[in-house]
């Protein structure tokens, strides 16, 4: 940051007043932080700082001109004006992924490796200015931006990897002269839709595999997020993958949603988001029989035994409660303690959550940044009320916090029954409501008491227990004494309205492969 502030100090001095966007945007430096400005500019100095559209492997103006703001939650600063694409230019990018798709597939599986891995490596490289970008526009601590930006790549090494290793079958023929045969081969055109809550690694988790299948992809990042995006895709050109096997159209959701449902040329819709999209994407995704591998909300139960080693579910809970303030579909949503340690876990955490500091994520000492904007203060408000309104009491934090614009208090909410909407739905913020339970049994029918199964934690001493609660929770994924459970080596994803599929691990692959049978006669 030092090398940037003396950049930052070249430039006031020879007049300059904007930092240049890659397109020619202007962003005034006067109304940014130092910090801030300083770390725009080292991203822009490393050419990272993207804000069209790619298409067929250029970069492009909305064809009407518009542009979105993207702003800093932090402070309200408007970091750049991207293009607002929509349907005209969604098509031109399905139109050449299309095209792309026939000579991409038709790489070998080594050569698809070495693109990835380049891209891998490219990442890395970059990964300060790419946290940077991260933190501006989404608001999370930079130790979690920086965090998120080796998770991310590690999806990228890992499927450059697994593109050598999709096998198909010899089956035994009932026949003596005939051989059948099972080939893998990729889907075709892949409609990736991203959230904004994880913006480089969400995008990795699912362009990784699709690449290394063979197939192409159009990426609709959040419109909250889509620097860190158009970021990662200059490195991606940079790193060889070729002109339109990786498009990026940002904007109007609705429309760049609708033309990615209506082609024909889309074989598959992939998405991350809430379970409510994700229902409107399942659907109008029938017209087209396309697949559809979908990542949606969660209500992660955390489970707090009376055998638990309490400095482990201490660390491990808040870990899983508060990591990205919160604002993750595998966040623990509810924390059941049964009553024999409830008090003494209650103190504990409670103590834990002080700790936490609340900043800019550009501080060093910031562990809880902002929330991502206006509507997810509004949503942690309206939860608190109706909890306090049905007799929850605030046990800590409990408003929106000191500094403003939309920073919240960590908080801890006590005496949390299921008739709340703490209890019944995703909260996606720095709220952890304590529910007490007394038996086993209870803490199951408890956790289970939801349409959601995504994650769910346990704390227990005993290996039984463990085994148990875990084969007995209606969730994707149990982490037991460990409140971060997600790597690029293990399949993620839910059951009940949670999703369909998985992403990462070997079996992320499927996602992006159809299966072809061949029958080969008179071969006696």
Same mark, same amino acid.
């Given at each position: 940051? =030092?090398? #940037?502030? /003396?950049?930052?100090? !070249? @430039? &006031?001095? *020879?007049?300059?007043?904007?930092? $240049?966007?890659?397109?020619?945007?202007?962003?005034?430096?006067?109304?940014?932080?130092?910090? =801030?400005? #300083?770390? /725009?500019?080292?991203? !822009? @100095? &490393?050419? *990272?700082?993207?804000?069209?559209? $790619?298409?067929a492997g250029?970069?492009?103006?909305?064809?009407?001109?518009?542009?979105?703001?993207?702003?800093?939650?932090?402070?309200?600063?408007?970091? &750049?004006?991207?293009?607002?694409?929509?349907?005209?230019?969604?098509?031109?990018?399905?139109?050449?992924?299309?095209?792309?798709?026939?000579?991409?597939s038709k790489l070998t599986a080594n050569e698809r490796s070495k693109a990835l891995r380049k891209w891998y490596d490219l990442i890395i490289a970059h990964k300060e200015e790419l946290a940077l970008l991260m933190t501006l526009e989404q608001g999370k601590p930079l130790k979690e931006a920086l965090g998120e930006v080796n998770y991310g790549a590690s999806f990228l090494e890992y499927?450059?990897?697994?593109?050598?290793?999709?096998?198909g079958d010899i089956i035994p023929p009932t026949l003596s002269d005939r051989r059948l045969l099972v080939l893998?081969?990729?889907?075709?055109?892949?409609?990736?839709?991203?959230?904004?809550?994880?913006?480089?690694?969400?995008?990795?988790?699912?362009?990784?595999?699709?690449?290394?299948?063979?197939?192409?992809?159009?990426?609709?990042?959040?419109?909250?997020?889509?620097?860190?995006?158009?970021a990662a895709a200059d490195l991606a050109l940079q790193a060889g993958i070729p002109a339109g096997a990786l498009n990026v159209v940002m904007g109007n959701a609705p429309e760049i949603g609708d033309a990615l449902l209506q082609s024909t040329q889309v074989r598959t819709i992939t998405f991350t988001g809430s379970t409510a999209v994700g229902k409107k994407l399942m659907a109008g995704s029938a017209?087209?029989?396309?697949?559809?591998?979908?990542?949606?909300?969660?209500?992660?139960?955390?489970?707090?035994?009376?055998?638990?080693?309490?400095?482990?579910?201490?660390?491990?809970?808040?870990?899983?409660k508060f990591r990205n303030s919160g604002q993750t579909c595998v966040c623990a949503n509810r924390i059941l303690v049964q009553e024999g340690i409830y008090e003494k876990f209650a103190s504990a955490f409670i103590k834990a959550v002080q700790s936490l500091h609340v900043g800019n994520g550009l501080e060093e000492s910031t562990s809880q940044g902002p929330l991502i904007n206006e509507a997810a203060v509004q949503k942690?408000?309206?939860?608190?009320?109706?909890?306090?309104?049905?007799?929850?009491?605030?046990?800590?934090?409990?408003?929106?916090?000191?500094?403003?614009?939309?920073?919240?208090?960590?908080?801890?909410?006590?005496?949390?029954?299921?008739?709340?909407?703490?209890?019944?739905?995703?909260?996606?913020?720095?709220?952890?409501?304590?529910?007490?339970?007394?038996?086993?049994?209870?803490?199951?029918?408890?956790?289970?008491?939801t349409n959601a199964g995504l994650a769910a934690y346990i704390f227990t001493k005993s290996i039984p227990r463990s085994w148990r609660v875990s084969e007995s929770l209606e969730y994707g994924l149990v982490g037991v004494n460990e409140g971060i459970i997600s790597t690029e080596v293990a399949p993620f994803g839910g059951v009940k309205q949670s999703g369909l599929g998985r992403e990462g691990s070997k079996y992320g692959v499927d996602e992006f492969l159809e299966l072809k049978y061949i029958c080969m006669g008179n071969m006696s």
């Open positions: 940051m =030092a090398k #940037a502030m /003396m950049t930052l100090r !070249r @430039a &006031a001095a *020879l007049g300059a007043r904007h930092i $240049l966007t890659a397109s020619s945007r202007v962003v005034p430096l006067r109304h940014m932080s130092a910090d =801030a400005g #300083a770390a /725009m500019e080292k991203i !822009r @100095a &490393a050419g *990272l700082l993207r804000t069209q559209g $790619l298409i250029q970069w492009v103006d909305a064809y009407d001109g518009k542009t979105i703001e993207v702003q800093n939650p932090a402070t309200g600063d408007v970091l &750049a004006n991207v293009s607002c694409m929509g349907s005209r230019e969604t098509s031109d990018a399905i139109a050449s992924a299309n095209s792309t798709f026939y000579s991409w499927f450059a990897e697994e593109a050598k290793r999709i096998y893998k081969q990729p889907v075709g055109v892949v409609g990736a839709i991203t959230p904004w809550n994880f913006p480089l690694a969400m995008i990795t988790r699912k362009v990784g595999p699709a690449l290394a299948c063979g197939c192409t992809v159009v990426v609709k990042p959040s419109e909250f997020t889509p620097l860190t995006a158009l017209n087209t029989v396309k697949k559809v591998s979908l990542e949606l909300g969660g209500n992660a139960p955390c489970i707090v035994f009376d055998d638990a080693d309490i400095d482990v579910a201490v660390k491990g809970s808040l870990a899983a942690v408000e309206k939860f608190i009320n109706d909890a306090t309104s049905k007799g929850a009491n605030i046990m800590l934090g409990g408003k929106r916090h000191s500094l403003g614009m939309t920073f919240y208090e960590p908080t801890v909410v006590g005496n949390v029954s299921n008739d709340m909407l703490l209890f019944r739905e995703e909260v996606f913020g720095p709220v952890a409501p304590l529910i007490p339970f007394k038996t086993e049994e209870e803490a199951i029918h408890l956790a289970n008491d």
